[in-house]
């Protein structure tokens, strides 16, 4: 969230480049079989939904703009919150990132109109007529934003970026003499009536999300110095003068070396910020308590001590409460929180997810997309929790896949829930095989959410699995203490979780428990090449972008300022923390038949450890095989690779768990 006011839920884990092992080829006679049925339709609902990025309500609450995915790119569409929609385009392929000026008259946006791939800042009247331009850079940029006054528009910027921002896109090969090329995301500005960009944030920090201050005369941003994709754990919050002239920032938070801050929002009053800081692996997968600190500086306060849920998102819209977006129970939910007693009102609440929205000036009215397991995503607006649907993209698509049930269950004192996904046209008179499927993470939460493109653990059910779907200690949705019950303890009490919970599922449906398999990709990936050295239960096992290694995965992965906060130090100062939690230390345990899948550009989850897990399974004797990806990286871009993960893990599961 780069924007004050604008509601977002993000929901993976955190160089070395070997030569492919296997590269994805055209799907094998199993694999086209494995389409054919029941997973070609899966396959056609996946990537037959419209999807949507985000949903933006004017500040006057009278029209809403969204951004929706198409195959060659992304669009944007703006209605009145009773009318026709219609298109406002630069003509553009890839067009995103929209804000609204305060007085809801013009709408700024980015498109590669002028260069295929070159996103720019264009402006155009909410009512209609053509476009502006007003940004000829080049680079990679983002999240533009309106000062409160109307005549400057903010944006976050890399100069002659060579790639989007983030860890999940695949990393460049490096060759020669290995340096860290630093590339810093920058805030900038430019005035909405045309001029030269300027940025206004050191040239040695990269920006991650600011918001402006209700005066317009300052930003707060969340930054670090040095690699971006690596130091967003720690990250401080710092004050920006607007104007620019010095570059001065002034740190006004530091979070603990345990902790990750995110969304920093003002008080309306301009005297306080709020955001929210707890353990989290990844970046825009947010989840924590609320604070605030004063925007001169000093002591930061928690203002939801003891939650039972983790905040995702929030907002400052007036007075003394702050409203803000909750996870719990694997669920989603709106509540308030008042700044002053600490006292929580939750306004809605619910299965499936609230994503991508805005709010109104009046604090009220507000858009989201809505989506779940059963319903396919739409743009909602509304007053919170009174939504009305106002497009109907998806209309007539109906889920491919089974009912889905919130099952609960106990495990050391703990309360737990998860996800079991039903067999299409299930028979209660059968039994059937399940797949567990670990969410990435750890700091994450599986919702009931429209699955995805890279969802193939969810399209099972459409093949005649159950698919169960945990969220074990680590996980968001039960409180911070909850989140942090992994720390230095991987592989141990969220692996009995994930396994109780596998006992609660035989409980509750019929399930053959001599047919059970695993699979996850990220920290998903990770407890699968886990749980095969750890237990025989399961007959076979996909590891998407897996960890097998702690120890050598320290010195390969791009982002290892994530492993401190979660393991106490670091590889070099307590080996046996990080030995004590790889799968390869077990190794010699592991029986189950494993396919094992990886982009060769990973910067997350590098190949090699991919590639030491396959070799140490073929070298005693166990089943298994290895799919390296080429030029992926942790998230599949290439809708083919994509389509192959699914038909892969399909294909294996049925050879495995069918011939039982």
Request: aromatic share 10%.
């Amino acid at each position: 969230m780069h924007k004050a006011g604008r509601i977002a839920v993000a929901i993976t884990f955190a160089f070395l480049m070997l030569p492919p092992l296997v590269l994805a080829q055209p799907a094998s006679p199993a694999h086209a079989k494995a389409a054919a049925s029941p997973m070609g339709g899966v396959i056609n609902t996946l990537f037959g939904a419209k999807t949507f990025d985000q949903a933006a309500i004017s500040p006057d609450g009278k029209q809403v703009a969204w951004v929706e995915n198409t195959k060659s790119g992304s669009a944007i569409f703006i209605s009145a919150v009773a009318g026709t929609p219609r298109r406002i385009t630069a003509g553009g392929q890839s067009e995103s990132a929209v804000a609204w000026s305060a007085d809801s008259k013009q709408i700024a946006f980015l498109s590669d109109a002028a260069a295929p791939g070159q996103a720019q800042v264009y402006v155009v009247g909410a009512a209609g007529g053509p476009p502006r331009k007003l940004t000829n850079v080049k680079g990679f940029l983002a999240a533009p934003g309106w000062s409160p006054d109307g005549k400057t528009i903010a944006f976050l910027f890399i100069e002659n970026a060579e790639r989007a921002a983030g860890p999940l896109v695949a990393e460049k090969a490096q060759t020669g003499v290995i340096k860290e090329a630093v590339t810093e995301q920058r805030l900038a500005l430019v005035d909405a009536a045309g001029g030269k960009v300027r940025q206004i944030s050191p040239a040695d920090m990269y920006v991650y999300e600011y918001a402006w201050s209700p005066d317009g005369k300052s930003f707060v941003i969340t930054a670090a110095n040095g690699n971006g994709d690596n130091n967003w754990y720690v990250a401080q919050i710092y004050t920006l003068d607007a104007g620019g002239v010095s570059m001065r920032m002034k740190s006004i938070y530091t979070p603990p070396v345990d902790s990750q801050i995110a969304v920093p929002a003002w008080s309306p009053d301009g005297k306080s910020v709020a955001f929210i800081s707890g353990i989290m692996s990844d970046e825009g997968s947010v989840g924590g308590d609320i604070f605030v600190v004063p925007a001169e500086g000093g002591e930061a306060r928690n203002i939801t001590p003891g939650m039972k849920a983790s905040a995702s998102w929030l907002t400052w819209p007036s007075g003394g409460k702050v409203l803000f977006g909750e996870d719990v129970d694997g669920e989603s939910g709106i509540a308030t929180v008042d700044v002053a007693s600490g006292s929580i009102q939750t306004l809605t609440h619910g299965p499936g997810v609230l994503a991508g929205g805005s709010l109104a000036a009046d604090g009220k009215t507000s858009a989201v997309i809505r989506h779940s397991l059963a319903h396919p995503p739409e743009v909602w607006t509304g007053a919170i929790g009174e939504w009305k649907q106002i497009t109907s993209r998806n209309a007539g698509l109906k889920p491919a896949w089974g009912e889905a049930k919130s099952i609960h269950w106990q495990s050391d004192g703990f309360n737990l829930q998860g996800w079991l996904l039903y067999p299409v046209d299930f028979d209660p008179a059968k039994k059937y095989p399940m797949v567990v499927q670990v969410h990435g993470g750890p700091s994450s939460m599986q919702h009931s959410t429209w699955p995805g493109v890279h969802s193939f653990g969810v399209t099972l059910s459409a093949a005649g699995y159950f698919v169960f779907m945990p969220n074990p200690r680590g996980s968001f949705g039960e409180g911070e203490a909850f989140t942090r019950a992994n720390v230095k303890d991987f592989g141990y009490g969220d692996f009995r979780d994930i396994m109780t919970g596998v006992d609660q599922a035989l409980k509750e449906a019929p399930i053959d428990e001599h047919r059970l398999g695993i699979t996850g990709w990220s920290y998903g990936g990770y407890m699968t090449m886990w749980a095969v050295t750890q237990t025989n239960r399961f007959a076979a096992a996909v590891a998407g972008a897996g960890l097998a290694n702690f120890q050598s995965y320290y010195g390969e992965n791009q982002i290892d300022k994530w492993m401190v906060p979660f393991f106490g130090a670091s590889v070099y100062d307590d080996p046996q923390v990080y030995a004590k939690s790889s799968p390869i230390t077990f190794i010699k345990n592991a029986k189950t038949p494993t396919l094992v899948l990886v982009g060769d550009s990973d910067g997350e989850c590098p190949t090699p450890q991919s590639y030491e897990f396959w070799h140490a399974l073929k070298t005693i004797g166990t089943e298994t095989e290895l799919v390296v990806y080429q030029h992926e990286g942790h998230s599949f871009a290439d809708p083919a690779h994509q389509r192959d993960v699914i038909e892969r893990v399909a294909a294996w599961f049925n050879q495995k768990l069918r011939q039982k």
